[in-house]
């Protein structure tokens, strides 16, 4: 395949079309997502709310790049949705020349494709906002084209795939569906064990077994926090030795039930199979005997005690669960000639969520991998 090399202002030119602002008027602003993944619309503001700020026409057909953060592909192809709507002077707006090159084809080359190095050149810096894309810098840039028609049949066989790698995203559930089953199916499987409900501190009681540096913290020997637990699962995904601790922590014991207050809406609770310490945004609650620590973590997780955390804490900027709220709580009581099977149960079904999740999240990996393989195979000559 033959290559015409051209500098980045030869096949387009930068388009300005500065918008006199009227404070009484409404505008719609657009924004550009990283990784070519498109425009998105901001919400409509009057004039006067733009102030001093700059402000340009967006018409269907412009190339945009994010002169902020084109260098991880904030790059998209301006559609008819976007006529009328308006770009602040970050959003550089050019018109491609179609005799020498084709937008769509343009398009897939910056924001994934060989012109992603491109744009990186012409964007010094290390991270952020220091990677600004410098306009005359990148205009200088040497870029390697097919001709026109070689591009349009190159554009139309990746524009094709893509929109067949987004049905497929859309149609099969990602890793978020596992997420919400291991919330929603815990009240089906407790309540087809439970005779009724138990208040949280029937069922356990709350320790504040604190632990100030410089104490003696055994028989702990490693640190679980907030950020060790996963989300809705009830698991712990890793921990750190214990040295040097900054600050109070509380001490747990094997058989503890760990409940994050803080931002209790990631739903972060563990049953400890170890002692260990833990941050006090943690609550340690120490089952007594009317049910497995198992059934009270299950209760605690559920959506049903969830979605009253919710409700409780949801006004708050930095949402936290008070003791008192989190004790008066009621969760389903499972007598205990019922504990042995309904804890059988519970682990059967976690097990089954457990490994939907991992395929999903395998089934995410493929999905997300797809694309750089796509676009490296159309600028490699093989689609």
């Not at 028609?149 to 139309?156: H, K, P, T």
């Not at 750190?240 to 058989?255: N, T, V, Y």
Request: proline share 5%; aromatic share 8%.
């Amino acid at each position: 395949m033959k290559l015409t090399e051209y500098r980045v202002g030869e096949i387009m030119r930068l388009a300005r079309r500065t918008v006199d602002v009227r404070a009484e008027e409404v505008y719609h602003e657009i924004g550009l997502r990283s990784f070519g993944n498109g425009v998105f619309h901001k919400s409509p503001v009057y004039g006067e709310e733009l102030g001093a700020k700059k402000v340009f026409h967006i018409e269907p057909g412009d190339l945009l790049f994010s002169n902020v953060f084109a260098w991880e592909g904030a790059v998209a192809l301006a559609s008819d949705q976007e006529a009328g709507k308006i770009g602040s002077h970050r959003f550089m707006t050019y018109k491609v020349d179609a005799q020498k090159a084709n937008s769509r084809y343009l398009l897939h080359y910056f924001s994934g494709g060989p012109g992603l190095r491109v744009i990186r050149e012409a964007s010094p810096g290390s991270a952020g906002r220091n990677r600004t894309l410098g306009i005359k810098n990148f205009e200088r840039q040497i870029v390697q084209l097919p001709d026109p028609g070689e591009q349009r049949r190159v554009a139309d066989k990746i524009d094709k795939l893509m929109s067949k790698l987004g049905t497929t995203a859309a149609l099969s559930p990602g890793s978020e569906m596992s997420r919400k089953l291991a919330v929603s199916g815990l009240d089906q499987v407790l309540g087809r064990w439970a005779t009724g409900t138990v208040r949280v501190d029937d069922a356990c009681a709350l320790v504040s077994d604190t632990v100030h540096p410089g104490d003696d913290p055994s028989p702990a020997r490693e640190f679980v926090g907030l950020e060790h637990i996963a989300p809705h699962f009830g698991t712990r995904i890793g921990s750190r030795p214990l040295g040097d601790e900054k600050g109070r922590k509380f001490r747990f014991a094997s058989g503890d039930v760990l409940y994050g207050y803080l931002r209790p809406y990631l739903n972060k609770v563990w049953l400890a199979d170890r002692a260990g310490l833990c941050s006090v945004e943690q609550y340690v609650l120490r089952p007594n005997g009317i049910m497995p620590g198992d059934l009270l973590a299950a209760g605690l997780r559920s959506k049903s005690t969830l979605d009253k955390v919710l409700n409780a804490t949801h006004n708050l900027q930095l949402p936290r669960l008070r003791s008192g709220l989190l004790m008066a709580m009621e969760i389903p009581r499972i007598p205990r000639d019922r504990h042995k099977l309904a804890v059988a149960d519970l682990n059967a079904f976690m097990q089954k969520v457990r490994t939907l999740d991992d395929r999903q999240r395998h089934r995410d990996e493929l999905l997300t991998a797809v694309r750089p393989a796509l676009l490296n195979a159309a600028f490699s000559g093989q689609l």
